[in-house]
Each structure stands twice: as C-alpha cells, then as structure tokens.
C-alpha cells in the first residue's frame, strides 16, 4: 500500500507517518514545512518505505506510480499560526484540498480530509453533533481556519457525489501530546510551557470555557479505522471528557508541581465557549472510542515538553 499524507511533518501528522508506516505502508510525506518540522520525521527517514516531498499542497502535486491513500493533513492548525498565515491556510484549505482531491481521483485512491470542531464554531448546540451546521463568523479573524475548512468538506462531498471518490471526513477536536510545537498557541503547550518554567499560566476570560481533550494516539487510531470505512459524512473523533480551561490549568498546575499564579487575560475574539463531541457516530461506526485518560495523556505530553523548555 502507498499512502500519501500531506502535512506529514507536523504535529498529527508525523504521528500517522509512524502509524501507517508500522501498518507496512510505503508512505511519502509531502510539507511545506510552514509550521511542521523534519524534526517530527527525522527518526522514520531510516525506514526505505518512508520519503519526504518538500511541497507547498496549495500548487499541483504529481506522484509517480499508483496511490492507495491520500491524507490531506496539511493546514496550520493552531490560532498563532492561522492568524499568522491567513492566506496560507485560506489556500490549502480550498486549492491544497482541491489538488489532493485531483490526485486521489487520478489514482482511484481513497481519501481523507482532516477537517476540525473549528466548524462548528462557537456552538448553539452541546455537545456537537455531525448533524450540527455551526455558528461561525465567517469575516472574523478565525474565519480563515473555519471556512477554509467548511469549503474543504464541501468540495470533498462534491467529489464524492460527482467524481465517486472513495472519500472521508474526520472532524478532529482538540488533541494533544508528544511533538507539539511549545510555541504553537494552543492551549496544551502554552500552559505546560509556562507551568515548567514557573510563569504565571495565561487564563483567557476567567476560564469557564470548555474543551475535551484527545491524546494523539487514540486519535491516530481513529484514523485508521475511519479510512478503511464505508461511510463518506463527517465524523466526530475526540474525547469527550469535558473539562474547564481554569480547571485544566490546575490540574497541569499540579502536574508541574510549581507554584504558579494564574493570569488572567481578555477572551479572544470568537473563542468557542464550550467544546465536547459526539462521538455515536464514532462509536457506532468505528468501534472507537478514547482510551487514554487525561491523567496518563497529559503525565505522556509533560514528559514530553520537559525535554524542551
């Protein structure tokens, strides 16, 4: 089998290198290296079933020979890096999909689109639900990220229906551990960042907002499983332990086990207030569900940034 995975550098990514190469696939990682990293990679380019194509997604992409799978994973993913690249990620999301969809189509290929819970925006519903159509502010400055990602779901439905490529939709919520950017905005490496080096830890608003956090594995394994189904709507992959951002602060707080200050912040514009799959289908579908605990995740991923700051 030869899968091809863009965005194979960066955070989830380089993890479905690993997965897929461990499956006995010949996988060709295709970057751009805007925000992933071939420090993610460095370890799997021993392996003779492994290339990297340093390559911007949003132009044409030809690969030689036949394709089994194409894993569209490329898009900076973080708010500091959208914001940052507006354009980029406008583009990958609509040409970069486009592209991928062209060369799963040529080569008879499946393919799956990594899509996220930033399509639902700050919900009216709760928790969400794949049949959920979102609350997004599409001129608002997260509106980058949302609608390349909407845009991207709808063009790969329209592949679907119009070309029949073998397409899925994987909604991912916020997922976390090892080979995280410490500087990537999210809220797992900001906290644990500041926590190790004794700084006061950044609350936006006064921390009542929520999200569910999915470490990386469980995810990856949901992947797997979705690309070998036969179902072509969005599906839901996170853990659905919801827990507050003040709360989740405390407890990488404790983990540290530094006595640090909490400071508090204005909310971003758009922030979703709360966040917390659905994860029937998933479950229903799959198989699936997250097996690793928050304790163990986030004991893994602090292990992890200890070696970095």
């Not at 393919?111 to 159509?133: C, I, K, M």
């Given at each position: 089998m030869r899968t091809v995975i863009t965005g194979g550098a960066g955070f989830v990514g380089s993890h479905l290198c690993e997965r897929f190469l461990a499956e006995g696939h010949e996988v060709i990682c295709v970057d751009n290296l805007i925000t992933?990293?071939?420090?993610?990679?460095?370890?799997?380019?021993?392996?003779?079933?492994?290339?990297?194509?340093?390559?911007?997604?949003?132009?044409?992409?030809?690969?030689?020979?036949?394709?089994?799978?194409?894993?569209?994973?490329?898009?900076?993913?973080?708010?500091?890096?959208?914001?940052?690249?507006?354009?980029?990620?406008?583009?990958?999301?609509?040409?970069?999909?486009h592209n991928t969809l062209g060369l799963a189509k040529l080569?008879?290929?499946?393919?799956?689109?990594?899509?996220?819970?930033?399509?639902?925006?700050?919900?009216?519903?709760?928790?969400?639900?794949?049949?959920?159509?979102?609350n997004v502010n599409p001129i608002g400055v997260r509106g980058c990220y949302d609608e390349a990602k909407r845009f991207a779901e709808a063009i790969t439905m329209a592949y679907y229906r119009y070309h029949g490529v073998k397409s899925h939709i994987v909604r991912i919520f916020n997922t976390y551990g090892p080979k995280m950017r410490l500087n990537d905005g999210r809220v797992v490496p900001n906290l644990m960042a500041q926590a190790l080096r004794g700084e006061a830890m950044t609350i936006y608003g006064d921390g009542s907002q929520t999200r569910s956090f999915c470490f990386v594995s469980d995810?990856?394994?949901?992947?797997?499983?979705?690309?070998?189904?036969?179902?072509h709507e969005p599906v839901n992959l996170g853990n659905p332990n919801e827990v507050s951002i003040l709360d989740f602060a405390r407890e990488i707080q404790k983990l540290a086990d530094r006595p640090v200050k909490?400071?508090?912040?204005?909310?971003?514009?758009?922030?979703?207030?709360?966040?917390?799959?659905?994860?029937?289908?998933?479950?229903?579908?799959?198989?699936?569900?997250?097996?690793?605990?928050?304790?163990?995740?986030?004991?893994?991923?602090?292990?992890?940034?200890?070696?970095?700051?």
């Open positions: 992933g990293s071939t420090a993610n990679i460095e370890p799997l380019r021993a392996n003779k079933c492994f290339s990297f194509l340093q390559h911007d997604i949003s132009k044409p992409l030809e690969i030689d020979g036949p394709v089994d799978n194409v894993l569209h994973f490329a898009s900076p993913a973080s708010p500091v890096d959208y914001l940052q690249h507006p354009i980029q990620t406008l583009k990958v999301g609509s040409l970069g999909t080569k008879s290929s499946r393919f799956l689109l990594a899509s996220t819970s930033e399509v639902y925006g700050d919900p009216n519903v709760h928790p969400q639900r794949e049949d959920y159509w979102g995810l990856v394994e949901g992947i797997y499983r979705l690309l070998q189904a036969d179902f909490f400071e508090f912040q204005p909310l971003p514009q758009d922030d979703p207030k709360v966040r917390r799959p659905d994860i029937t289908r998933a479950r229903t579908l799959l198989g699936w569900e997250p097996k690793i605990d928050r304790v163990e995740g986030m004991r893994r991923t602090m292990e992890y940034f200890r070696t970095k700051v």
